[in-house]
């Protein structure tokens, strides 16, 4: 960080120009997702629904499916290029709009893998080997330089398109952490090129386990019956819900550290609904936890129905599907090249003859 003196105004604006606030600046949100299956409802309620309202507020809004970082756990061709079909159908159905939101593959942008390299070389070994993720995944996955480096590049990800706001969990924070870390540290050696990035808070608490309600919901997990996909049949919803597991307690009440299961399903019927713990559990004030397990159920089938029925209106039709992540990947193109142009010149990578700021002729 630039070290400024009161007695030197000159210094105090460049200080207040390097690793800048987004306050006078366009709002930029990024964020991405795995393909990695069908999304399921904690990631609906956690990231995609909250992605959907933003894109109507004004800004640039930017959707990546993070296809690289998925490759940490290798899979086969038909099962990449099916998750892939699966996840963009799942974010149309939901309600992201092309029209309104930026929506691409990160393959498609080379730049990505370009700006990670950079960046490797200013984040330590010490502070990757820090991360809960690496600490996590490298005991139930293979020891890879891929899993080691992951929070690179998404640090990579978010600065490449002059990120203002990622939308993110808590548990997703010290991602973004890492992010301003590597983006004030290349600013000091390199000079001023990004920009702070805010953690732009999500609305719903994130969403546990229905067979674990202390541990997270979790594509990964070994029983489909711990978590409800987007896609899962009314029937399904309302056997998954009827068997969650809650307590002895009849009563329905809010009390995330007595009752996690319940509590749980509180959350889940707030998501879907809009209304607070609070309203809920006076609504449901008579109601036994098997009685209110079926006006949640009632409620999500309802949300979930015409994402479904959009979803596979989707997976019927390739050529718009590939137009969307065209048309994305361009879009995401055209401002990775100009930020990955100014990286390049700022450390003095780009063409021979150049100074910082000064642009090269064509002799005829």
Not at 95 to 122: N, R
Request: contains cysteine; neutral net charge.
């Amino acid at each position: 960080m630039l070290r400024c003196s009161l007695l030197k105004p000159s210094c105090f604006c460049q200080c207040l120009k390097a690793f800048n606030s987004s306050a006078f600046q366009e709002r930029v949100i990024y964020s991405g997702i795995q393909p990695t299956g069908i999304p399921h409802i904690g990631n609906y309620l956690g990231a995609i629904k909250n992605w959907t309202q933003l894109q109507n507020a004004p800004g640039q809004h930017i959707y990546c499916i993070v296809d690289l970082h998925s490759l940490t756990v290798p899979k086969d061709r038909e099962e990449m290029q099916t998750s892939m079909k699966q996840m963009i159908a799942c974010l149309l159905a939901c309600g992201l709009d092309p029209h309104k939101s930026i929506i691409y593959k990160q393959s498609d942008v080379h730049q990505h893998t370009q700006l990670a390299w950079i960046f490797s070389s200013l984040v330590s070994t010490v502070r990757l080997r820090r991360f809960p993720q690496w600490k996590e995944k490298s005991k139930a996955l293979a020891d890879t330089h891929g899993l080691y480096s992951y929070p690179v590049l998404q640090a990579a990800d978010i600065l490449l398109f002059n990120t203002t706001h990622v939308p993110v969990g808590a548990d997703q924070n010290v991602h973004v952490h890492l992010t301003n870390e590597i983006g004030e540290k290349f600013n000091k050696i390199y000079g001023e090129t990004f920009q702070k990035v805010e953690i732009q808070d999500t609305p719903c608490s994130r969403v546990l386990s229905l067979r674990d309600p202390t541990s997270k919901m979790s594509k990964s997990a070994s029983t489909h019956m711990s978590r409800v996909n987007i896609t899962d049949s009314d029937d399904d919803i309302w056997l998954k819900i009827r068997r969650a597991v809650t307590d002895s307690q009849s009563k329905v009440a809010y009390e995330p550290e007595t009752r996690p299961g319940v509590s749980n399903l509180i959350r889940i019927h707030s998501g879907f609904s809009g209304m607070s713990h609070e309203e809920i559990c006076e609504k449901a004030e008579g109601l036994n936890t098997g009685q209110y397990k079926m006006a949640v159920a009632e409620c999500v089938i309802d949300a979930i129905r015409p994402i479904r029925s959009k979803y596979e209106e989707l997976m019927e039709d390739d050529d718009y599907l590939n137009q969307v992540l065209q048309q994305g990947g361009e879009q995401a193109s055209e401002i990775a090249h100009k930020t990955w142009e100014k990286v390049k010149e700022n450390i003095g990578i780009s063409r021979l003859g150049t100074t910082s700021g000064e642009k090269v002729g064509t002799k005829v």
